[in-house]
């Protein structure tokens, strides 16, 4: 089992930058698909970025492409998301996700976090 904590989330104006770590305890986080999510009110949770177990593949939505940036770090066993050049449409509550199925879609992911809340002002 794997236990994950989000951390980095906040209140930024338009344009402006955040990164959020997500910190994998219990077993490293290479072994899992890794991935966020993000949940605006009155909308379905949906997929932003994803790193591959095999491979290490990276993954985004269209619509964070070219902005936003997952990475991971192996000594620290934690996955970051890296986000640039905010918008208002950005602001949601952001999880982080491990499985070993799916990629992009959050249903077989088993494991989740409490999730951070990411703001954005116009």
């Known amino acids: 089992q794997v236990q994950l904590l989000e951390s980095g989330g906040g209140l930024v104006q338009a344009g402006g930058s955040l990164r959020l770590s997500c910190a994998a305890s219990?077993?490293?986080?290479?072994?899992?698909?890794m991935a966020w999510f993000r949940q605006a009110p009155g909308k379905e949770r949906e997929f932003v970025a994803a790193i591959s177990r095999i491979g290490g593949y990276l993954y985004y939505a269209d619509s964070v492409k070219g902005r936003f940036t997952i990475s991971g770090d192996n000594a620290k066993n934690t996955v970051y998301l890296h986000m640039n050049n905010l918008k208002p449409e950005d602001t949601a509550i952001y999880y982080c996700a491990a499985g070993n199925l799916a990629l992009t879609t959050p249903g077989p992911y088993a494991h989740w976090g409490q999730g951070t809340q990411v703001t954005v002002s116009s």
């Open positions: 219990g077993r490293t986080f290479s072994s899992y698909n």
